[in-house]
């Protein structure tokens, strides 16, 4: 059964609801989501297996502890999932990342697809996908689907805030994928936009409205 785990740390919170202000200019807003993408980047990553070598310091030979694999790939879900990959980076700068390309019908909210590339040996790597939002859940179901189709199988996702309909949508279709977040919502309004929300991320992310 997925894990859903919500990141109450104070710095997280408060850049969310910076975030959430409808006042924060797209560059605060791209540096925001970057700085959010470390820190929740870093808790993810507090599972990663660590295996035993043997390294010499200036002063003698010991034994230390290095990351034994699997590599992983950031697979943000185009456009708005591209905020949080330069963070992650930071973290884990020699992981790979794919590019799944969706966008919601406007009139139907269905993701359509447009773009998939990934990782050659996606079947080997810890697979972190991400996305600002969570709404309806249907681009990351479909995201899933695909990643899954084309071989992934260690998956998880992340998202800055989701919508209680979208949780329930992607734990009902992924239930091996664990889901991190920073803020769960109340509802989704009539345009399934997420309540309160911050509105269009990727609009915001690049200035595009
Ligand atoms: C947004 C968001 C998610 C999706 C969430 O992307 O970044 O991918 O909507 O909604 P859902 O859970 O109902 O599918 P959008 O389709 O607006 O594309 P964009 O990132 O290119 O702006
Ligand atoms: N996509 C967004 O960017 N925001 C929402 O609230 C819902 C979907």
């Known amino acids: 059964m997925a894990t859903l785990m919500v990141f109450d740390h104070p710095l997280i919170q408060h850049k969310v609801s910076m975030l959430r202000d409808k006042r924060t200019t797209s ?18 990553t507090r599972n990663l297996p660590l295996k035993e070598v043997t390294i010499e310091t ?9 990351l034994e694999g699997p590599d ?20 884990v700068p020699n992981a790979k990342v794919g590019h799944v390309g969706l966008y919601r019908d406007p009139e139907t909210h269905e993701a359509i697809e447009y773009y998939c590339k990934l990782p050659e040996d996606i079947d080997k790597r810890r697979i972190i996908v991400t996305d ?5 859940g249907g681009s990351a179901v479909a995201a899933i689907d695909l990643i899954k189709e084309k071989g992934g199988k260690d998956i998880c996702a992340m ?11 992607l734990t009902k279709a992924h239930p091996d994928v664990d889901i991190y977040i920073a803020a769960k919502d109340e509802c989704l309004n009539e ?10 991320a990727g609009d915001r992310l690049f200035g595009t409205k």
């Open 191 to 200: 345009n399934a936009y997420i309540v309160p929300g911050l509105g269009d």
């Open 159 to 169: 998202f800055l805030i989701a919508a209680p309909e979208g949780i329930a949508e």
């Open 132 to 136: 600002p939002m969570l709404a309806t």
């Open 27 to 44: 560059k605060e807003f791209r540096d925001l989501v970057k700085e959010v993408g470390l820190l929740m980047g870093y808790e993810i």
């Open 58 to 66: 200036p002063i003698c030979k010991t034994k230390a502890e290095v």
């Open 72 to 91: 992983i790939a950031i697979i943000p879900i185009l456009r708005a999932g591209l905020g949080f990959v330069d963070g992650i980076l930071e973290l």
